[in-house]
Nanobody, 116 residues
Framework: QVHLVESGGGLVQPGGSLRLSCAVSGLAFSNYAMNWHRQAPGKRRELVAAITRVGDSSIYADSVKGRFTISRDNTENAVFLQMSSLRPADAAVYFC?????????WGQGTQVTVSS
């Protein structure tokens, strides 16, 4: 059974940092590209960052470029999202996704709140 479990969310002040983690089990992790998405109340889910299977390339939404960094550890079956210079507009539930051909799996999400 496939499990993706996000952690690391919480309340942070504007300008602060958080590191999200997504622990993956039940699949051949290194075969899957990994994505981070987010969804704020009343808004569509949006892709925040994506990383290739071996971690040699990544892409970012324009709104987070230069502030967020996606990484992965294929020995730990985990993907990470380092978030810095957080803004109130970054507040959302953050989800990780594993993608390979027609397969894709989602975690349950972790809440990020940015407020003073």
């Amino acid at each position: 059974q496939v499990h993706l479990v996000e952690s690391g969310g919480g309340l942070v002040q504007p300008g602060g940092s958080l590191r999200l983690s997504c622990a993956v089990s039940g699949l051949a992790f290194s075969n899957y590209a990994m994505n981070w998405h987010r969804q704020a109340p009343g808004k569509r889910r949006e892709l925040v960052a994506a990383i290739t299977r071996v971690g040699d390339s990544s892409i970012y939404a324009d709104s987070v470029k230069g502030r967020f960094t996606i990484s992965r550890d294929n020995t730990e079956n985990a993907v990470f999202l380092q978030m810095s210079s957080l803004r109130p507009a970054d507040a959302a539930v953050y989800f990780c996704q594993a993608v390979h051909d027609q397969d894709n799996y989602w975690g349950q999400g972790t809440q990020v709140t940015v407020s003073s």
